[in-house]
Structure formats: C-alpha cells, structure tokens
C-alpha cells in the first residue's frame, strides 16, 4: 500500500469518493469540482492510499480558516475515508490504511508549519467515528448534538477549534413552501441532499420557493454559520445519512398540501 498526493489520473475516483461504481453519485451536480478548484488556492491537500493500483483510501484536509469551522493556524479534516463497501475496489478497512493516510496528513501539516490538527467525527458508532480518532491521539474539544469537535496540538501556543455556530432559520413565506439548501461543495452526500431537494422542490412549481445558499462564499458562511443542510419553511430536516429524493417529496409534499388554496 502507497499514500500519494492526489493526481489527475484519479480525480474522477476522488470526485466521487472513490465510489465509481456507484448510481447515487450521478445525482450529486458538480458541485464538489467547484469546491476543489476554489480550495486548491487555499491549500486544500487530498491524499489517496493506492493498493493494487487502485484508489482504496482518501483523506482531505485544508487550512482551517478556510473551512466549515473556526480556528487559526491548524488544518481541519473535513473527511477520511477508506473503501468499505462490497462493490467497486470493496472493503479496505481495519488494515492500517486509515492510520497511515492519518499520519501523512499530519507530517505534511507539520511540515507546512501548521500548530496542530482538526476534525470532525460522531461519538455514535457509525459514520466518521469520534472515537477512531480518540484512538489516534485527538482530543475532543466540544460537542453539537451528535457530532463532536477534535483536535491534536503540535504545540503549547496551539488554538483550539470551535464549531460555527448557526445564526439565524430561514423564515417562512406566507403563500408558499420555502425549501431552503446550504450547499459548501465538500461532502457530496450533502451534495445529493442538495440536488434531490431542488428537483423535487421544482415539481411543486410556483407553489415552492426553492433558495440557494451558497456557503463557498466564506461571507455567506459567516453571516449563516450553517455550511451544509436543508431546510423547510424554517426546519431543519435530517440530512445524514442523505434522504431519497422520495423521501425528501414527501416532506415538501406535505407542507405544500397545507397551504391555503
Ligand atoms: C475511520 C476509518 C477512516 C478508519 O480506516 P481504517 O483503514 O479502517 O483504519 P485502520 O485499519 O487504520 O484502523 C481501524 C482498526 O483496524 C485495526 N487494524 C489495523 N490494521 C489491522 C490488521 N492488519 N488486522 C486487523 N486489524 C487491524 C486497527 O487496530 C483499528 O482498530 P480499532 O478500531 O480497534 O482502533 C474507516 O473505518 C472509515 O473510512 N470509516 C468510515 C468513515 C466515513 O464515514 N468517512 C466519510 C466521512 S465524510
């Protein structure tokens, strides 16, 4: 096994996390190439671990001012990711690959002068495990709902990370459904919420006024401090793992069927 530095001949694999093979990814827009083409200016760094010529693992992780939480002078994680699925490459986990792309990611942060390292995970057991990275020497810094905040310092002068947090709902529009979408660009499982709540939202025709919120715009992102997530008539809807596009209809559905005629 071979960490490397992302390189054109996989982009397409990172573009759709490593997951080639997979029908949900044609559904995520082109929103994640955006985010990579504006962060590659900002110091965004993607490193893969390549088995049998083969893309098995990826982790990313860019300046932090530069993403979905605050801090100074340490890069932040937004994922890590090893193949666990039966199709495509199949399953590369528990075998040393997810710690040896953690480890490089935190010598190249060293070496670029960064004061320590940032991520996020959720204290439940599934998805991007909290406690996996307990286990790799981060601490956890604060909580929000099931999410928990981490970071390793480097050094005693190190800043802790804090989360954004959201400033304000998206308020209803008398007459009309609001489907409100934050999109950043980086997950594309929130990319798919994204995609999904725009096209159904476009079912219901004037009846739903669909917004938006592009949180690639780091004003944006500050005025709302919600990077990703979808909204609607001022709710948040849970969007991880992502809804079907059924799933998300209905619920617009059901708002829609409550407006006055
Ligand atoms: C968290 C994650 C990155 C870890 O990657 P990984 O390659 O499985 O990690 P490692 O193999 O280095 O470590 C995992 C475990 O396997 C064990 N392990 C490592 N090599 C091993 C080997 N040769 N034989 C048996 N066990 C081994 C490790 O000791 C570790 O055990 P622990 O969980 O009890 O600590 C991976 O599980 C993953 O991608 N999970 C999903 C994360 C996700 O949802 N990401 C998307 C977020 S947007």
Not at 161 to 176: L, N
Not at 208 to 224: G, K, M, N, P, S
Request: hydrophobic share 40%.
């Amino acid at each position: 096994m071979q960490i490397i530095d992302l390189d054109e001949s996989h982009l397409n694999s990172y573009f759709c996390c490593l997951e080639d093979w997979s029908n949900d990814m044609l559904e995520t827009g082109d929103h994640k190439q955006r985010w990579y083409r504006h962060m590659q200016d900002k110091g965004l760094r993607v490193k893969l671990a390549i088995e049998d010529g083969l893309a098995c693992g990826m982790i990313q992780y860019l300046p932090i001012e530069h993403s979905i939480v605050k801090g100074q002078d340490l890069y932040f994680i937004h994922c890590i990711w090893v193949h666990g699925h039966k199709q495509g490459v199949g399953n590369r986990q528990k075998r040393g690959m997810g710690t040896a792309l953690l480890r490089a990611a935190e010598a190249d942060a060293r070496m670029r002068g960064a004061k320590g390292m940032a991520a996020w995970g959720l204290w439940l057991p599934f998805w991007m495990k909290a406690s996996w990275f307990k286990k790799q020497g981060f601490e956890k810094v604060e909580r929000d709902g099931i999410a928990q905040l981490l970071w390793k310092p480097f050094c005693p002068d190190a800043q802790p990370p804090a989360w954004m947090k959201k400033t304000q709902d998206p308020v209803r529009i008398p007459g009309k459904v609001r489907v409100t979408a934050f999109i950043s660009g980086w997950c594309q499982a929130q990319n798919m919420v994204f995609e999904r709540a725009k096209r159904a939202s476009q079912t219901f025709g004037d009846r739903v006024y669909f917004e938006q919120i592009d949180t690639l715009d780091r004003a944006v992102l500050d005025q709302w401090g919600i990077a990703d997530g979808l909204f609607i008539d001022g709710k948040q809807v849970w969007t991880g793992p992502p809804p079907s596009y059924e799933k998300i209809l209905k619920k617009i559905e059901k708002r829609v069927k409550k407006l006055k005629t």
